[in-house]
């Protein structure tokens, strides 16, 4: 398992960006598939964004695609989340999440994640 610790969340206004990171710990974090989920208040924790091992694919959720971005940098075992065009439906904890082995597109359920942060506020005011 990996440790992840997650930072950058907020206070912003609707139409603003905030970028998440999360850092990991571990020697062989090229082997993980990294993701994202949010769980915003009396709702279920759902999937946001995911990226494969090498960085070579990319998942999201229809809500966020074309204003998320996310990304990786195997070198320094960091995945960021460029968010943009926020609006007030994507207020929610963020919480990084890891996967051990080779990502399929039918991984994007929180029971393929087997490594969790802690969680990060994000708050988009309207």
């Known amino acids: 398992q990996v440790q992840l610790v997650e930072s950058g969340g907020g206070l912003v206004q609707a139409g603003g960006s905030l970028r998440l990171s999360c850092a990991a710990s571990?020697?062989?974090?090229?082997?993980?598939?990294m993701g994202w989920f949010r769980r915003a208040p009396g709702k279920e924790r759902e999937f946001v964004a995911v990226i494969s091992g090498s960085g070579g694919s990319t998942s999201y959720a229809d809500s966020v695609k074309g204003r998320f971005t996310i990304s990786r940098d195997n070198a320094k075992n960091m995945v960021s989340m460029q968010m943009n065009s926020l609006k007030s439906e994507d207020t929610a904890v963020y919480y990084c999440?890891?996967?051990?082995?080779?990502?399929?597109?039918?991984?994007?359920?929180?029971?393929?994640?087997?490594?969790w942060g802690q969680g990060t506020q994000v708050t988009v005011s309207s």
């Open positions: 571990g020697r062989t974090f090229g082997n993980y598939y």
């Open positions: 999440a890891a996967g051990f082995g080779l990502w399929t597109p039918t991984r994007r359920t929180v029971a393929d994640f087997g490594s």
